[in-house]
C-alpha cells in the first residue's frame, strides 16, 4: 500500500510534469521533508483520496470537461485538504461570478449575459445589447458608442471561444451573431465592450499569495494557452491603486484564498476595471518574481499546520 502523499500539485494529461513555474515550489517543499507529487486530475490510478493536501495548479482542460472536474472536487474534498476550496472553485469556475462581485462592489468590465438555449439573437437584439453595454437606449445616439466587443463563453479559460468583432460594419455584425448564437448552443455566452487598453497598456495581472500581494505581470491582448512566461508574459511594478484594487477584490470573498490572480485593465476614462479573478488554474508567474516560489512554498505548507 502507497504512503499518503503530503501534497499534490495537480495538472492535466497535456501536462503531465506540471507547469515548469510551480515546480521550484514543490521542490522547496520536498527539502523540507514533504512527499510530494504532481498528477494529472484526470488519472484514476492516482491516490489522491489518500493525498493531504491537493493544490490545483494547470488543469487546463476543466472547461472541457467541467460536469466531470466538479464532481471530483466535491469526492476530493470531502477527503483531502483542497485549495483553492471547493466553495471557491465551484463558483470561480463559471464566469457569471462577475455578476456576484459587481454586486459586492467591484468595478467589473459590463458584461451581458445571454442564457444557455436563449432564443436566437438577431440584429435589433446586438442593438439592444450595445445599448445596454454602453449605458443607453437602442434608439440613443451613444447607442453606437460600442463598437466592438469581445464574445466568450462564461465556462473557459485562455482563448477558449473568445472573439473580438467589430460592429461597425453589416459582416462584422453577422460574424458577431454567427458565433453568439453558436456558443449560446452549450453555453451561458458573455458579450463585453473590446477595451482598447488591452493591447496599449495591457492586462494586468495580479498575483496574491496567502491573500499578500506578490508581484505584478502584464500579459499580452488574447493570450494564448502556454506555461508561465511564454506568451509574451513581462513584470511590471504595478500601481499603489492597481494593488488596493486586488485587495479589494479578495476582500468581497467569503474567504481568503490560498492564492489569486487579479486580471484588471484601465477602460477608456482610466477606471479599472476587473476581467477576471483566476482561482483555479491561473498562471502566478512565480519564477519571473524573486522569492515568489518561496512564498508560494511556505503557504502551502501553511495549510498542513
Known amino acids: 500500500m502507497k504512503p499518503a502523499l503530503d501534497i499534490v500539485f495537480v495538472t492535466y494529461g497535456d501536462l503531465k510534469q506540471g507547469d515548469p513555474d510551480d515546480l521550484d515550489a514543490l521542490e522547496i517543499l520536498r527539502k523540507r521533508g514533504y512527499n510530494c507529487s ?9 491516490p489522491f483520496q489518500s493525498s ?47 455578476r456576484d462581485l459587481s454586486a459586492r ?27 445596454s453595454l454602453s449605458g443607453s437606449s437602442p434608439a440613443s445616439s451613444t447607442a453606437s458608442s460600442v463598437s466592438k466587443v469581445v464574445v466568450k463563453p462564461s465556462i473557459g479559460l485562455s482563448t477558449f471561444g473568445v472573439k473580438k468583432f467589430d460592429l461597425s460594419t ?55 494557452l502556454a506555461v508561465a512566461g511564454e506568451a509574451g508574459e513581462a513584470m511590471v511594478t504595478a500601481s499603489a ?13 467569503s474567504e481568503k484564498p490560498l492564492y489569486a490572480r487579479v486580471d484588471i485593465i484601465p477602460d477608456a476614462n482610466g477606471a479599472l476595471r476587473l476581467l477576471e479573478l483566476e482561482l483555479i488554474e491561473p498562471s502566478l508567474f512565480l519564477k519571473l518574481a524573486e522569492g515568489a516560489s518561496a512564498k508560494m512554498a511556505d503557504a502551502v505548507e501553511a495549510c498542513l499546520n
Not at 504532481?38 to 492516482?46: H, I, K, L, Q
Open 241 to 253: 491603486d492597481e494593488i488596493a484594487f486586488g485587495y479589494k477584490t479578495l476582500a468581497a470573498l
Open 105 to 131: 462592489g467591484i468595478d467589473c468590465v459590463p458584461t451581458y449575459y445571454i442564457e444557455e438555449g436563449a432564443e436566437q439573437v438577431t440584429r435589433s437584439a446586438l442593438a439592444e445589447i450595445l445599448a
Open 38 to 46: 504532481v498528477a494529472d486530475w484526470r488519472d484514476s490510478t492516482f
Open 52 to 98: 493531504r493536501l491537493v493544490v490545483l495548479r494547470s488543469t487546463w482542460d476543466y472547461h472541457l470537461h467541467h460536469s466531470e472536474f466538479m464532481a471530483w472536487l466535491k469526492s476530493l474534498a470531502s477527503h483531502s485538504i483542497l485549495k483553492n476550496s471547493w466553495e471557491l472553485v465551484q463558483w470561480n469556475s463559471d464566469k457569471r461570478y462577475l
Open 170 to 224: 453589416a459582416a462584422g455584425q453577422d460574424a458577431a451573431l454567427e458565433h453568439i448564437n453558436q456558443l449560446a448552443r452549450d453555453y451561458c455566452v458573455m458579450v463585453q465592450p473590446f477595451l482598447a487598453e488591452v493591447e496599449n497598456y495591457g492586462e494586468r495581472a495580479l498575483a496574491f499569495i496567502d491573500g499578500e500581494f506578490s508581484h505584478a505581470i502584464r500579459k499580452t491582448a488574447f493570450q494564448h
